[in-house]
């Protein structure tokens, strides 16, 4: 299949039901997005990841993800990296995560453990050659120094810092060492001009789009469920803020998705 349409790096399709799915896929195919990562956030659940990634169809493909979320690394088993590794040696799985920090929801105490894990889930990207997909909130400089301390320890992995939402200094350091930036509906919001000014200055090789549905409807669905066919608003909005056609867009951010989850064929 010859992809032209939008893709939705970045959904969690485990929050809909069964029933709803078809005409929530749909849906999304309407919207004119071809492709889809659901992304793991409890390798306890990894196997219901790579069910949905069954989903897909001739004009829509779904991929997944398998890792552990940072809000659930007390509550999940911490592997190693090979461990992590084998549990993504699967055509379905095309990402590890979704890993990192949150300072935001997580205690301090489990700070520790979330760097940790973040550690064995970079591990498991060396490894596998796999792009792991990276959730930060309010904790930039942590984040950026675990990405410096692990590349000139262990050597560059492949990775996406998701749902950017940070400061320019976090964008400078992810680009400097090879990372992709992704945006989400956040982008769209009239609070949000920092984020816009950072998406504007993204290279263009290196800037995909995602929903991070059901969560951050973009405007003008802010308040809804999101869904991973909204994509296209927030698509819209960046490709005008750059000053693109929204076709050229799409080929864009699409072929930028390519490169990095290489295997999402």
Known sequence: MTRTGLTDSHCHLDHFSAEEMPEVLARTREAGVDGLVTIGTRLSRAAQQKALATL???????????????????????????????MADDARVVGIGESGLDYFHGKEEVRPRQQESFRVHIDAARRTGLPLVIHTREADDDTLAILRDETEKHGAFPFLIHCFSSGPALARGALELGGYISFSGIATFNRAQAVRDVARDVP???????TDSPYLAPVPKRGKRNE????????RMLAELRGMEDAAFAEMTTRNFSRLFTQAV
Do not use: K, S
Request: contains cysteine; proline residues 9%; aromatic residues 6%.
């Open 228 to 235: 991973p066919g909204y994509v296209a608003y927030t698509a």
């Open 56 to 86: 897909d169809a001739p004009e829509l493909r779904v991929w997944c993800t398998i890792g552990t979320h940072p809000d659930h690394v007390d509550e999940e088993a911490l592997p190693t990296g090979a461990e992590l590794a084998a």
């Open 204 to 210: 263009a090789e290196r800037l995909l789009v995602e």
